[in-house]
């Protein structure tokens, strides 16, 4: 009994250490963000029963599963992120998994595989009155293409593809996904690897296209999102 105990509280330990390394990740990783000039203005946990005001369902079927966001098709935010003036660069970071079920599924076999694909996000997007937000905005497609390929598009036109096998979506593994527009350096992040960067002088920007989300192909879940703006000057201009 005293062998059981011992076990019993060596395990609580170590989860309880497990989540105080994630919150300190979390929080460094927040750090960092703000250090290098990024403000946090949007963060949702999902801890809730509805998917809630903030969101727009453009496509598909969203819902709040156990404290997550699940989903497939395209979700955008409801409102223009910052809200008010000036407008600003945007940067997402999400924690995404997949969550594909095969048809059939026996208890006592190995699970299937199963087809998961497009994980990914979009930043500066109009809202979905003007049209499709993957046309808009900037699209980065995580596992696209039937999870073969990471693609970049401008208002639907494609600015770079990255088809490395070691970069593409990994079935039930949690992936922390970081997308951003860096004052004209278009960056995306997966589990701290930096897929690809591109300058974009003439950046997609202003009130009109301020909107954030997401497009998934297959069922997702996502645990967290963080939104941060690098607002441009008061009096810069546009035109």
């Given at each position: 009994?005293?062998?059981s105990?011992?076990?019993?509280?060596?395990?609580?330990?170590?989860?309880?250490?497990?989540?105080?390394?994630?919150?300190?990740?979390?929080?460094?990783?927040?750090?960092?963000?703000?250090?290098?000039?990024?403000k946090?203005?949007?963060?949702?946990?999902?801890?809730?029963?509805?998917?809630?005001?903030?969101?727009?369902?453009?496509?598909?079927?969203?819902?709040?599963?156990?404290?997550?966001?699940?989903?497939?098709?395209?979700?955008?935010?409801?409102?223009?992120?910052?809200?008010?003036?000036?407008?600003?660069?945007?940067?997402?970071?999400?924690?995404?998994?997949?969550?594909?079920?095969?048809?059939?599924?026996?208890?006592?076999?190995?699970?299937?595989?199963?087809?998961?694909?497009?994980?990914?996000?979009?930043?500066?997007?109009?809202?979905?009155?003007?049209?499709?937000?993957?046309?808009?905005?900037?699209?980065?497609?995580?596992?696209?293409?039937?999870?073969?390929?990471?693609?970049?598009?401008?208002?639907?036109?494609?600015l770079?593809?990255?088809?490395?096998?070691?970069?593409m979506?990994?079935?039930?593994?949690?992936?922390?996904?970081?997308?951003?527009?860096?004052?004209?350096?278009?960056?995306?992040?997966?589990?701290?690897?930096?897929?690809?960067?591109?300058?974009?002088?003439?950046?997609?920007?202003?009130?009109?296209?301020?909107r954030?989300?997401?497009?998934?192909?297959?069922?997702?879940?996502?645990?967290?999102?963080?939104?941060?703006?690098?607002?441009?000057?008061?009096?810069?201009?546009?035109?």
């Amino acid at each position: 009994m005293k062998k059981s105990g011992l076990h019993l509280e060596m395990k609580l330990t170590g989860c309880l250490l497990a989540g105080c390394l994630a919150l300190a990740a979390g929080a460094a990783c927040a750090e960092e963000s703000e250090k290098d000039g990024w403000k946090l203005l949007f963060h949702d946990d999902f801890n809730r029963k509805e998917l809630g005001e903030d969101w727009q369902v453009v496509n598909g079927e969203w819902e709040i599963v156990d404290g997550a966001l699940r989903g497939s098709g395209t979700l955008l935010t409801s409102k223009g992120i910052p809200a008010d003036y000036p407008p600003g660069f945007q940067r997402i970071e999400y924690k995404a998994v997949t969550d594909v079920q095969p048809i059939i599924f026996f208890p006592d076999r190995p699970k299937p595989k199963v087809s998961v694909g497009d994980m990914g996000c979009i930043i500066h997007a109009q809202p979905s009155e003007a049209g499709a937000p993957t046309r808009t905005g900037y699209f980065f497609q995580f596992g696209g293409f039937h999870n073969t390929r990471n693609n970049l598009s401008r208002a639907g036109t494609n600015l770079i593809t990255d088809e490395d096998e070691a970069n593409m979506i990994e079935v039930d593994k949690v992936h922390t996904i970081v997308a951003e527009n860096d004052q004209g350096k278009l960056r995306f992040m997966v589990d701290g690897k930096l897929i690809y960067e591109v300058d974009e002088p003439q950046s997609i920007l202003g009130p009109d296209y301020d909107r954030v989300g997401f497009y998934f192909y297959t069922a997702a879940k996502v645990m967290d999102v963080k939104v941060y703006v690098k607002r441009l000057a008061d009096d810069f201009d546009l035109d």
